[in-house]
């Protein structure tokens, strides 16, 4: 599949995609450098997601879009989401672990690793260096990571829903 990832980040949720032409997002240079690094074979672009989603969207049989969330700062974390947990404006499709998903396809419920990011605090506790990387907040980049397993069962999904 022809496959847009918008907000690459790090590139977590992709890290398993295998076998697909994948165009990246991301507008932070250096954490776009990281990325390219990581992924040298993919088509990775420093441009706004949104500016790109809108003018090159139907080029893409599948697209990932996950902009940055404030609800994953500790402090929203605690008191906006796990003592007060908020409604969204939008009922997500599919909640899995400490994330909210809205998809055009069945995503049906797994119950997702435990030992998620939010125990990692440290660098060194993430099995990814960046030690090289002019990344102004590794932590942050880092944490923002979502899990592959989860970004791989999500487009096991809408494989799924093709066919
Ligand atoms: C939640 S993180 C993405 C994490 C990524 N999906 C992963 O699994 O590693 C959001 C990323 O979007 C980038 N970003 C924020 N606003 C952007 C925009 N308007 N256009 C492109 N990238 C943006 C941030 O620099 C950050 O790296």
Redesign the pocket.
């Known amino acids: 599949m022809n496959i847009l990832n918008?907000?690459?980040?790090?590139?977590?949720?992709?890290k398993l995609w295998e076998g697909h032409e994948i165009t990246s997002?991301?507008?932070?240079p250096h954490?776009l450098e990281a990325y390219r690094t990581l992924y040298p074979h993919d088509d990775a672009f420093l441009?706004?997601?949104?500016d790109y989603l809108r003018e090159k969207y139907y080029l893409f049989d599948f697209i990932w879009s996950?902009?940055?969330?404030q609800s994953h700062g500790q402090y929203r974390y605690n008191v906006g989401v796990r003592a007060k947990r908020y409604e969204p404006l939008i009922k997500p499709t599919a909640v899995l672990g400490r994330h909210y998903f809205w998809a055009n396809f069945d995503i049906p419920y797994v119950k997702c690793n435990k030992s998620s990011i939010r125990d990692k605090n440290k660098i060194s506790d993430f099995d990814l260096d960046i030690s090289g990387a002019k990344i102004k907040n590794k932590r942050q980049?880092l944490r923002?990571?979502?899990d592959p397993e989860l970004?791989k069962y999500i487009l096991d999904c809408s494989e799924v829903w093709n066919y």
Do not use: F, K, Q, T
Request: with cysteine; hydrophobic share 35%; charged share 15%.
């Open positions: 918008l907000y690459a980040g790090l590139g977590g949720n992709r997002v991301e507008y932070d954490i441009w706004d997601a949104h996950s902009p940055p969330c980049a923002n990571m979502v970004g």
